[in-house]
Every structure is written in C-alpha cells, then in structure tokens.
C-alpha cells in the first residue's frame, strides 16, 4: 500500500483492551506489541485495559470508550477463538453499528502465509459503533503483528493511498 509522502500524517486516539482469563499487565506481550506499534506509528496510545472473557464485561468497556469522542479506534486483541470461553465477537455484536466484513477476510488471508489452514479458527473481526472503529484480533503474538503491519498500520494512515480509515473518521457518525 502506497504512502503519499505529500500528505500530512494525521495521529488518531487509540485504545487497546486484552481480553484473557489469564494474562496479566506484566505478561500481556501482544497487548505490548500493538501498544509499542501504535505509539511507533505516531498514534496516541489514549489507554489501555485488560478484561476477563466476559461479553457482558467487554461490551461495557467498549461502550465507556466509543461514547467518548476523543477516541478515534479500539483495538481489542484475543477472544476471538472458537471456544465457549471465546466471545469478543459477540461483544462486538452488541455495541455495532455495522460490520467491516473486509477486514476478518484480509486477516485470515494474511494469517493463512504464516499458519496455514489453522487461520480458519480466527474470527478475527472489526465494526463501526456510534462512528468510532473496533478491531478485535486473535491474542497471539503472531496475530496481534499480522494485523497491525499487515492492515492497520497502513488503514490507519492518513497518507495511505488510494484511501484509509482515518480519512472515513469525520463521516462516521453520519445517518
């Protein structure tokens, strides 16, 4: 993906949740991965939280967030799996707006290159809710790079060309 280097770099809020029955903030390393390349990449790392695989749980905290209108984006990193325990996206369910089916697709595409067939245990996923983004990625440390390098760092820039999600922000809250 082409970056215009004519265009002015537009850093957005970012916040970013782990959604584990088992990590802690001292071993949270994908949670660490995406917080190091958002920051990297010139975004603001507005905050950052862990949850307890709990769609109750999770949809709150998303809710607390995307009705703040200081934060551009939520990255929400595990959950996403096939298990009972697994339900970020049906955390996403309840607060969306409205799907960005394109952006599952491309990361299990991407996925595919580095883990095969085992990609299709992903439902990596992303919405739109009450104009703010929401993209939920697999916990793995593998995933959480896929992700970033392969989609959202250039999604996210607003000199990538021929279009990015940042440039969508001011219209997102249209009816």
Known sequence: MPIDPS???????IVLLTVSDTRTADDDTSGDILAARITDAGHQLAARALE???????????????????????????????????????????????????????????????IGTSTIQSRACAVVARGTYIFALPGSNG???????????????SRNRPCNFVELMPRLREV
């Open 52 to 114: 307890k695989d709990d769609a109750d749980r999770i949809a709150a905290r998303l809710l607390n967030w995307i009705d703040d209108r200081e934060i551009d984006a939520v990255i929400v990193t595990g959950g996403t799996g096939l298990t009972g325990r697994d339900v970020t996206p049906e955390a996403l369910d309840r607060v969306k707006t409205r799907d960005i089916p394109g952006f599952g697709e491309l990361f299990r595409w991407l996925s595919f290159q580095s």
């Open 7 to 13: 265009r002015t770099f537009k850093p957005i809020r």
């Open 143 to 157: 995933a959480v790079r896929d992700g970033w390098d392969g989609i959202l760092a250039d999604q996210l820039d």
